[in-house]
């Protein structure tokens, strides 16, 4: 069974912040890995990564995978209130061409 | 309106009672996707679809039944509600086939309430 877990499930930061959030992952056939955030509404896409050992940049978030090690991170520099969301980690792969698997997110709180 | 939409956006029924959720999408993508979201769990999948008429369940399928009889409809549908089955439902739809995106696109969303 394909299987995504993201740590930590909660944190708590203060403006200008570094935070880094964690993806580990089992899947079979692993195609993608894709970043999503989510504030009160539908997630919205953050980044895709397929390639090991790639940075994926986006203003102040960063993202990169290590297919070796089964794993992802995202960064984000110089937190903001305006980050504070739920962060999702889903992996592509298995039997099925286009389905995602998720993990169960990580709620980050971003205090001024 | 072009993109993906769901409708209702919320929804208060009784146990028992049957509900359809619906799901419409104007790309043309050839995945379609239901979940369910509830706190300390994510996004958990329903049932999802690669194609108009093909159909497969995801990873809490029971009580939930699907169809999809055109590319750019997916309707969800509650046969008898319970309460556990109280949620926020996601519609998302993608396209990965030939060097397309693995990116899925989200509705915005119903909140069922089931009483």
């Known amino acids: 069974e394909d299987k995504v877990v993201q740590s930590p499930l909660s944190l708590v930061v203060h403006e200008g912040d570094t935070v880094t959030l964690n993806c580990s992952y089992e899947?079979?056939?692993?195609?993608?890995l894709l970043w999503y955030k989510q504030e009160k509404k539908a997630p919205t896409f953050l980044f895709m990564l397929t390639s090991s050992g790639i940075e994926k940049k986006s203003g102040r978030l960063s993202s990169i995978l290590d297919k070796k090690e089964l794993f992802s991170i995202l960064n984000i520099t110089a937190t903001q209130t305006g980050d504070s969301a739920v962060y999702l980690c889903?992996?592509?792969?298995?039997?099925?061409?286009?389905?995602?698997?998720f993990g169960q997110g990580t709620i980050l709180t971003v205090h001024p | 309106d072009a993109g993906i939409t769901q409708s209702p956006r919320y929804k208060i029924t009784e146990t028992g009672r049957q509900v359809t959720l619906m799901c419409h999408q104007t790309w043309s993508h050839s995945y379609m996707f239901w979940y369910r979201q509830d706190l300390g769990h994510g996004l958990r999948l329903i049932y999802y679809s690669a194609a108009a008429d093909i159909t497969d369940k995801g990873e809490v399928p029971d009580g939930y039944v699907v169809s999809r009889s055109k590319t750019e409809n997916f309707p969800l549908t509650l046969e008898s509600a319970t309460r556990s089955q109280t949620s926020v439902y996601f519609c998302?739809?993608?396209?990965?086939?030939?060097?397309?995106?693995?990116?899925?696109?989200f509705g915005p969303g119903t909140r069922l309430t089931v009483t």
């Open positions: 889903a992996v592509g792969g298995g039997t099925s061409y286009g389905k995602l698997t």
């Open positions: 899947v079979t056939n692993f195609r993608s």
């Open positions: 998302a739809s993608s396209d990965p086939g030939q060097g397309g995106s693995y990116e899925q696109y």
